[in-house]
């Protein structure tokens, strides 16, 4: 049996730690569990930060964090290991918070009635040989350039929901993703980039960018209506 050392990490919260052994059991104390639940809460936090920036007014961001925590500790009483909860957190945090998102009156208004008139739009200038420019879009969908910034922002998380119900049903390759993307303003590679390729929340793009976070998710939601209306005209 390998010998065991209590280290300190936390005053409050002791973590224990098993010396001769790869692995740490996932300890039954109510202490330790709390104080894995707190170590881990960045976790939450960051998924949160990759879903948006700017929320609508009919989500609380409170609410989510609060789901957000028990999807964490029900990964943790799952985990076989201390060891497994990075690999096995991040993911189950994410599909719960994408799972209630998804069954809100917000997302199915935001995805019926914005989100695909928005692409759409954006396919029908295409279609008719005119670039897709904002004055445009706010001539067929009637929004002022604000209200049009407002709609892009929205898309972001809408498409950060659910991605796959806005691509076709094809292989990458078939979409064309890649290409379409090399055609995207600089700005909008570079957050696509940062987003999709090194994974970091809309804060850290802004930092990288020196954006604002809001200007940072309208980028990306510039972007994703550009490869999901595009990538369905070939």
């Known amino acids: 049996m390998a010998e065991r050392r209590l280290v300190e990490e936390n005053a409050t919260a002791p973590a224990l730690f098993y010396i001769g052994t790869e692995t740490h059991q996932v300890p039954s104390d109510p202490r330790m569990i709390s104080w894995l639940i707190e170590k881990y809460a960045c976790v939450v936090e960051r998924r949160l930060g990759r879903l948006a920036a700017q929320w609508p007014e009919s989500i609380d961001p409170s609410w989510l964090e609060a789901h957000g925590l028990a999807a964490l500790r029900r ?20 599909a719960r918070l994408r799972q209630l998102l ?85 700005d909008q590679q570079l957050a696509c980039s940062l987003y999709f390729d ?33 990538s369905r005209l070939g």
């Not at 970091?200 to 939601?221: D, F, H, N, P």
């Open 75 to 94: 990964a943790l009483m799952d985990a076989d290991t201390v060891n497994d909860l990075p690999t096995l957190a991040p993911g189950r945090v994410e």
């Open 102 to 186: 998804a069954g809100t009156s917000w997302y199915r208004e935001a995805m019926l009635e914005r989100a695909r008139p928005l692409c759409e739009a954006w396919r029908g200038a295409m279609m008719g040989g005119r670039e897709p420019t904002d004055a445009i879009l706010c001539s067929k969908l009637h929004l002022s350039p604000d209200e049009l910034a407002q709609r892009f922002i929205e898309f972001a998380t809408v498409f950060a929901v659910e991605p796959a119900v806005l691509f076709p049903c094809q292989s990458e390759e078939g979409w064309g993703v890649h290409e379409i993307m090399l055609q995207l303003p600089g």
């Open 198 to 230: 090194e994974e970091l929340t809309l804060s850290e793009i802004a930092v990288v960018m020196g954006q604002e976070q809001t200007r940072v998710q309208e980028l990306l939601g510039r972007a994703m209506v550009a490869l999901v209306s595009e």
